[in-house]
């Protein structure tokens, strides 16, 4: 059925490795599973990770991701890598051999981003499989305790899940609430100028926290040991994939820029380079209405290279997540290249959407800001805990001019209310007025 | 140099939770089942009528933005006319009215599109009959022809044309080997006609068939402190009741009987219309289902339904009588339900408690076939349906 064997995979492996390493990229191993249609699905709904924690929730994405291939909504070729080390890769046994060569080229940039981006630092490659291994045979083991069950595991993943971003993102060194009291009764034994008068050194939190699911796990007297350990497991999937998150388009950019440039090395036949130029073309399109990480991550990173060098490039994989990535490479006229706009909903109720900005001098920092707030994870809303109340755990929404979506954040809150075991009170702006969810 | 290796494959992994999932679903549509129903509009029509369910999809909820003006979106067209103002995106303009969930942001509905039939049979197929005195279902055995097999002799209309045709095949092929086919000289093909031997005939034999037959007695206070509203729930709860027994009998009749503090038998417009003022003797309709039973429905060979519909609010001179018609009328039901609706915002202030005394006298001998159901708006239609026919419980 394909037109490739084992043997064809492995000669062109050699051939990519050794170009990929004359330019210094250096990567964790790879791992390539040959796998068919629908174990990719299947592979697809639970990350890619090999071992994995059971919930409905995976289920429905299989459903989702089958039903769209099947109705022809999406038809990229299927790549799919995973952060550890080695990198598991799986390549589809449907797909040619020109889309195998391009996947495995794609994944070499992925693993050497993977290995060498400042974001993941702390992401533990060596140990991923174990660790999610691990989870997985915790939850089992909860599910088939005859004192907790499916359905109560079930539902509090669920609530889990509805604040699973609610993490700190910026990676920045958390203290615990221990470590941070002394820090204030130092502060408070030095205080000179009065500055802490009237502190409360009661308070909890003593700093806003922005990981939720931490404190919750960490201030929460009632929980039982299996829902802290759940909590706790899928904090840690969080913290493992806001790396991701952070750095989607950079990730695909130098993934994509690298296999555009070991394929022309490779010198591939004409049969297998023009089915490969389509492939190229079809992942690397501009979407219209929103960005393509691919689309632009690939054309900043040639652009370094093209007015830095590519040492430059070399040294933004290293140092960037996608927001300072932007904030340093995206310069007005290549945005001006790119035709990038902004566009918002005009109105309450089946509004038009209309264009607010193009790329001229007013509009281009209005465009670059709109940018920034929608990528790297910040299309994710910022809730912090302020303050708890007698039992009841105020959260703050950190408002930057966008509106919550109201039903979710209703529902979110009551997850919430359900995991803390007490009262949960919201508080946010909605149309400029201040706002209360509990 | 890479890994290469075969995926190893365990079972279908996903299984279990894509079937975990898929009952999330189910019960979404059992959900969005007992909205339609309650709906006026399908109410009494036949079961041709294809509905619209709509059935939300299951939310993972999360903290997300909404679509608001401070909210702007980013795209990127290069080599388009993009200009300043340029409508990009139209509002979507409302269709008919209703639909109303799927405006919400991110919301997945699933519409299902089913008949009346079907929706039956989705709602009743989870649910088992009432665990009753089931000797007492009638087993009247009436024939139906069926095909069966095929034969070399009969009659035209009965011709298996495909059976046939195969038959005719075989002779080819076979005539092919001792090279008997005949050819056309002028043509050069074959000329291989139909030979009486290769046709096959349906052959149609009497099956005998368990058929049953039920009559449904739909009982109703019609008196004038029944509201609009109360007659609404139980119109609801009765359209329920007779599409799920339809559904398991083939044939069935039903009778409708309003009563004051007389019974009257009426046919369906005027016992939900009707408006009638004056008392209530609630005993009248049992009474008269049972005149009818002996006359018309004979229990040996009729499953007989009776279902009762009041406010509750009868006259204390009629509670004993109505207790022992009940009691008399259970006997000869397979299920005899006594609903009360008691609608919380139409009640008098004064009248405290929730039931009334017939409900409490007849509770102490409820169980077999008299069950008591007490409904206070349209969403406990459902679960009261589910508990009267033994389905599992909504989990």
Redesign the interface.
């Known amino acids: 059925m394909s037109d490739w064997s ?1 043997e064809d ?2 000669s062109w ?2 051939r990519i ?1 050794s170009i990929a390493k004359s330019h210094g990229l250096d990567w964790y ?7 068919d249609y ?2 990719m699905i ?1 592979a697809m ?2 990350h890619g990770m090999p071992s994995h924690f ?7 994405s ?2 989702r991701t089958h039903n769209m291939y099947n109705m022809g909504l999406e038809g990229l070729p299927y790549e799919l890598i995973i952060n550890s080390d ?1 990198s598991i890769a ?1 390549l589809m046994k449907e797909n040619p051999l020109y889309l195998q060569v391009l996947i ?1 080229a794609h994944c070499v940039g992925h693993s050497d981003f993977f290995k060498n981006n400042r974001t993941f630092k702390d992401t533990d490659a060596i140990n991923v499989s174990r660790r999610f291994r691990s989870a997985r045979q915790r939850i089992q083991g909860y599910i088939e305790d005859p004192t907790i069950g ?2 109560k595991v ?1 539902d509090l993943i ?1 609530s889990c ?6 993490i700190d993102r910026r990676g920045r060194m958390r203290k615990s609430e221990k470590d941070l009291r002394l820090d204030y009764i130092g502060r408070i034994k030095n205080d000179k100028d009065g500055k802490y008068k009237n502190f409360n050194i009661d308070k909890l939190p003593l700093e806003p926290e922005f990981d939720v699911m931490l404190f919750i796990t960490e201030n929460c007297k009632k929980l039982e040991n299996w829902e802290r350990d759940i909590i706790n497991i899928v904090h840690e999937e969080s913290l493992y994939f806001m790396p991701q998150i952070r750095t989607k388009i950079m990730n695909e950019g130098w993934a994509s820029f690298w296999h555009y440039r070991i394929c022309h090395e490779l010198e591939l036949p004409d049969n297998l380079h023009i089915p490969f130029m389509k492939s190229h073309n079809q992942v690397l399109r ?7 990480p691919y ?2 991550g690939f054309e900043i990173f040639k652009r370094i290279e093209e007015t830095k060098g590519i040492e430059e490039c070399f040294f933004a994989r290293e140092i960037h997540n996608d927001e300072s990535f932007i904030m340093e490479h995206l310069k007005e006229d290549q945005a001006r ?22 790329v001229d001098e007013e ?1 281009w920092p ?2 670059r800001a ?2 920034i ?2 990528i790297g994870g910040n ?3 910022i ?1 912090y805990v302020e303050d708890v109340v007698k039992d009841t755990l105020i959260l703050k ?1 950190e408002h930057d ?9 209703e ?2 809150v009551k ?1 919430i209310t359900k995991m803390w075991k007490g009262p949960v009170k919201l508080f946010t702006q909605l ?1 400029g007025e201040h706002f209360e969810i509990s | ?9 365990t079972a ?3 299984a ?7 009952k ?1 679903i189910e019960k979404a549509i059992r959900d969005g089942i007992t909205d339609v129903v309650a709906d006026e509009s399908i109410i009494g029509h036949d079961g041709k009528k294809k509905i619209k369910i709509p059935v939300r ?24 006319d ?13 269709q008919g009215q209703g639909n109303k969930a799927g ?4 919301e997945e509905m699933y519409e299902v599109e089913i008949s009346l039939e079907e929706l039956a049979e989705y709602l009743f197929d989870s649910l088992q009959l009432p665990d009753l005195d089931r000797k007492k279902f009638k087993k009247l055995l009436q024939s139906k022809p069926k095909k069966h097999g095929t034969r070399t002799n009969g009659i035209r209309p009965r011709l298996d044309k495909k059976k046939t045709a195969i038959q005719r095949l075989k002779r080819l092929a076979a005539s092919r080997k001792t090279g008997t086919v005949e050819i056309d000289p002028e043509t050069g093909e074959e000329v291989f006609p139909y030979h009486d031997n290769d046709l096959r005939y349906y052959y149609i034999k009497d099956k005998p068939k368990e058929a049953t037959d039920a009559v449904i007695f739909f009982m109703m206070d019609v008196s004038g402190s029944m509201s609009t509203n109360i007659k609404y729930i139980a119109r609801s709860f009765y359209f329920l009741l007779y599409q799920f027994l339809k559904h398991k009998y083939e044939h069935i009749e039903i009778v409708f009987l309003a009563h004051t503090t007389e019974a009257e038998e009426v046919d369906e417009d005027r016992f939900f219309k009707r408006v009638a003022a004056g008392g209530t003797h609630i005993s009248s309709a049992p009474k008269l289902a049972m005149d009818i039973i002996e006359k018309r429905y004979h229990p040996s060979s009729w499953n007989i339904y009776a279902f009762h519909c009041t406010d509750g609010d009868n006259w204390e001179e009629d509670n004993v009588a109505a207790f022992d018609a009940m009691r008399q009328l259970a006997g000869y039901c397979q299920l005899l339900c006594y609903t009360e609706i008691a609608i919380e915002s139409d009640r008098p202030k004064w009248q405290s408690d929730k039931t009334s005394k017939l409900w409490d006298n007849l509770s102490k001998i409820e169980g077999g076939n008299l069950k008591l159901a007490l409904l206070g708006n349209v969403q406990d239609i459902w679960p009261t349906f589910r508990r009267l026919f033994g389905g599992l419980p909504d ?1």
């Open positions: 084992f995979l492995q492996d050699s490795t191993e790879i791992a390539y599973e040959t796998i629908h174990e299947g709904a639970y059971p919930h409905w929730s995976y289920g429905k299989f459903e080695p799986y495995m499916i359905d079930e669920d899940h509805a604040i699973q971003y609610q501009p979407w219209g209405g929103r960005i393509n689309h632009l290249e790119l035709n990038m706009f902004t566009y918002s909903p005009k109105g309450r109720k089946n509004p038009d959407w209309s264009v607010d900005d193009v509009g209005e465009i709109a940018l707030k929608s299309g994710i809303p809730i929404h001019g966008r509106d919550l979506e109201l039903n979710y954040a529902n979110c997850h149309e | 140099m890479s890994i290469f290796r075969e995926h190893k494959t279908d992994r996903s279990s939770d894509r079937s975990r999932h898929k999330k999809g299951i939310k993972e909820w999360q903290f997300i933005f909404g679509d608001n003006e401070g909210h702007k979106q980013v795209g990127s067209a290069p080599g388009q993009v200009q300043k103002g340029q409508v990009v995106k139209k509002g979507q303009q409302q405006n919400d942001k991110g989990v």
